[in-house]
């Protein structure tokens, strides 16, 4: 241990010698060290070399509100220096949680009916696959405990939300997933949906498939669905018509629970208030995160529907208490950022931003890159779009991964002042929910020439 400070270090140093990155090749890091983000305003973020980008991917699709909103900082300081912290365990309670609560169950579907706060969207799905198993043996239903996920999915990394993932690189070397979690199809339209079959008969298709799956397994054996409305990390993948009608048919008859992962979706984003409202699913459990707090402070929620909570209530003198939380479940200041960040949200119309800014994007993009030559897809709904790129076009084929296309597109668009973010060879866009007529011309003009570099 030595206490004496780096003073002759810089912050790339420091930043090489002594962080360790989340999702970042530790080759790459080494090698080029980091971009150090210094300061944000509005839809722009700025960096240590005083290089300004437009952010279009809101932080990771998260800060729904922009930059630089100077009532959450205020609702966050009056809160630190009212209480900064207190715990909500053993019934304690601070009144932004209770507020944010009662807000989260006004924003959400009739049938909701509890709030229950983590710090993370992967933490809140962890506990949802607990709540699923407390609830199926408080029901004496001890052997009904499989998850359903889909191939492609993102829930999380925790070791259940990790579980729930789809993606085999967030599996690999880790030991995941448990052995409790199923797997079905993901919706991807462009490259699985037959030539000819209609969105109707494919969402048929997959809804025979789960139902396959259930039945294979035994109805008595699984739990839960979970599923993100428009799937994100994977691909930005929207389910064709009828999807979640056709899914719901088939949880409903066998009993299954149906979750619905609105971490990135929630508060917006999908230009409606919840993905769960623009697809009319009728979940038994939500998971909310980013949108939430617009990534002013980490905070989540698990949201629970009246059905879950009734057996809850009427088995709660069968144990001593409900013995699951965090220390910073229904933490102040967060509850408190993310109410001023409602508040905005609501007096903005941000989710009728996010529908009309959401068209304007896509029409936008269709019209630059809609014929290029490396552009198979453009896709999505409202404010959380992608591009797919394609070796060939007629063909759909993709591009080998090690070309590592995504990734250069996204380095050219950082020359131009555009952030966006690689998922493999498609390139997402979640830009802050605020964005202008000025800003869509910027982030268009700006991806354009990136991947015109690349071609
Ligand atoms: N669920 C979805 C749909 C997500 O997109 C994410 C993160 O991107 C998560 C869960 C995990 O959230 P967190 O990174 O806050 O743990």
């Given at each position: 241990?030595?206490?004496?400070?780096?003073?002759?270090?810089?912050?790339?140093?420091?930043?090489?010698?002594?962080?360790?990155?989340?999702?970042?090749?530790?080759?790459?890091?080494?090698?080029?060290?980091?971009?150090?983000?210094?300061s944000a305003s509005g839809v722009h973020v700025t960096?240590?070399?005083?290089?300004?980008?437009?952010?279009?991917?809101?932080?990771?699709?998260?800060?729904?509100?922009?930059?630089?909103?100077?009532?959450?900082?205020?609702?966050?300081?009056?809160?630190?220096?009212?209480?900064?912290?207190?715990?909500?365990?053993?019934?304690?309670?601070?009144?932004?949680?209770?507020?944010?609560?009662?807000?989260?169950?006004?924003?959400?579907?009739?049938?909701?009916?509890?709030?229950?706060?983590?710090?993370?969207?992967?933490?809140?799905?962890?506990?949802?696959?607990?709540?699923?198993?407390?609830?199926?043996?408080?029901?004496?239903?001890?052997?009904?405990?499989?998850?359903?996920?889909?191939?492609?999915?993102?829930?999380?990394?925790?070791?259940?939300?990790?579980?729930?993932?789809?993606?085999?690189?967030?599996?690999?070397?880790?030991?995941?997933?448990?052995?409790?979690?199923?797997?079905?199809?993901?919706?991807?339209?462009?490259?699985?949906?037959?030539?000819?079959?209609?969105?109707?008969?494919?969402?048929?298709?997959?809804?025979?498939?789960l139902e396959a799956l259930i039945l294979k397994e035994?109805?008595?054996?699984?739990?839960?669905?979970?599923?993100?409305?428009?799937?994100?990390?994977?691909?930005?993948?929207?389910?064709?018509?009828?999807?979640?009608?056709?899914?719901?048919?088939?949880?409903?008859?066998?009993?299954?629970?149906?979750?619905?992962?609105?971490?990135?979706?929630?508060?917006?984003?999908?230009?409606?208030?919840?993905?769960?409202?623009?697809?009319?699913?009728?979940?038994?459990?939500?998971?909310?995160?980013?949108?939430?707090?617009?990534?002013?402070?980490?905070?989540?929620?698990?949201?629970?529907?009246?059905?879950?909570?009734?057996?809850?209530?009427?088995?709660?003198?069968?144990?001593?208490?409900?013995?699951?939380?965090?220390?910073?479940?229904?933490?102040?200041?967060?509850?408190?950022?993310?109410?001023?960040?409602?508040?905005?949200?609501?007096?903005?119309?941000?989710?009728?931003?996010?529908?009309?800014?959401?068209?304007?994007?896509?029409?936008?993009?269709?019209?630059?890159?809609?014929?290029?030559?490396?552009?198979?897809?453009?896709?999505?709904?409202?404010?959380?779009?992608?591009?797919?790129?394609?070796?060939?076009?007629?063909?759909?084929?993709?591009?080998?991964?090690?070309?590592?296309?995504?990734?250069r597109i996204v380095a050219k668009a950082y020359e131009?002042?555009?952030?966006?973010?690689?998922?493999?060879?498609?390139?997402?866009?979640?830009?802050?929910?605020?964005?202008?007529?000025?800003?869509?011309?910027?982030?268009?003009?700006?991806?354009?020439?990136?991947?015109?570099?690349?071609?």
């Amino acid at each position: 241990m030595s206490l004496e400070p780096h003073h002759n270090m810089s912050l790339e140093e420091m930043d090489k010698r002594s962080l360790f990155h989340p999702f970042t090749s530790i080759g790459d890091h080494l090698a080029n060290g980091p971009r150090i983000m210094s300061s944000a305003s509005g839809v722009h973020v700025t960096d240590s070399k005083g290089r300004r980008y437009l952010d279009g991917a809101a932080g990771l699709w998260c800060v729904n509100v922009g930059y630089g909103r100077q009532e959450i900082v205020e609702a966050m300081t009056r809160q630190a220096e009212a209480l900064p912290f207190f715990h909500s365990f053993t019934s304690m309670a601070n009144e932004p949680s209770i507020r944010l609560a009662d807000r989260v169950l006004r924003w959400a579907p009739d049938h909701m009916s509890k709030v229950f706060f983590g710090n993370s969207g992967s933490d809140a799905n962890d506990t949802n696959i607990k709540l699923v198993w407390y609830y199926n043996n408080m029901r004496g239903k001890p052997a009904k405990k499989k998850i359903i996920a889909r191939n492609r999915a993102y829930h999380g990394v925790t070791i259940g939300a990790g579980s729930l993932t789809g993606l085999s690189y967030c599996h690999q070397f880790f030991d995941l997933p448990l052995p409790q979690i199923l797997r079905t199809h993901s919706v991807d339209q462009y490259r699985e949906k037959p030539e000819g079959m209609s969105e109707a008969e494919f969402s048929a298709y997959l809804a025979s498939e789960l139902e396959a799956l259930i039945l294979k397994e035994g109805p008595d054996t699984v739990a839960a669905f979970i599923a993100e409305p428009v799937m994100g990390t994977g691909g930005v993948l929207v389910p064709p018509a009828g999807y979640f009608q056709a899914m719901q048919e088939v949880l409903d008859r066998h009993d299954v629970l149906m979750i619905a992962d609105e971490v990135i979706c929630g508060f917006g984003r999908l230009g409606a208030p919840f993905g769960t409202t623009h697809f009319g699913i009728r979940p038994d459990i939500m998971t909310m995160a980013k949108g939430l707090s617009s990534g002013y402070q980490p905070i989540s929620a698990s949201v629970i529907s009246n059905r879950i909570w009734d057996v809850l209530k009427d088995t709660s003198g069968e144990v001593a208490s409900f013995a699951h939380g965090f220390t910073y479940s229904a933490h102040p200041i967060a509850a408190a950022a993310a109410l001023a960040n409602l508040d905005i949200v609501e007096r903005e119309d941000l989710v009728g931003n996010a529908a009309k800014a959401g068209a304007e994007l896509k029409g936008a993009l269709q019209k630059r890159l809609g014929d290029h030559a490396m552009v198979g897809d453009i896709r999505g709904v409202g404010l959380m779009l992608a591009v797919e790129t394609v070796a060939d076009r007629a063909t759909k084929r993709p591009f080998d991964l090690s070309l590592k296309v995504g990734a250069r597109i996204v380095a050219k668009a950082y020359e131009q002042g555009v952030i966006v973010r690689p998922l493999g060879n498609m390139i997402a866009m979640s830009p802050p929910l605020t964005l202008s007529s000025a800003n869509i011309e910027e982030l268009v003009t700006g991806l354009g020439r990136a991947v015109d570099a690349v071609a």
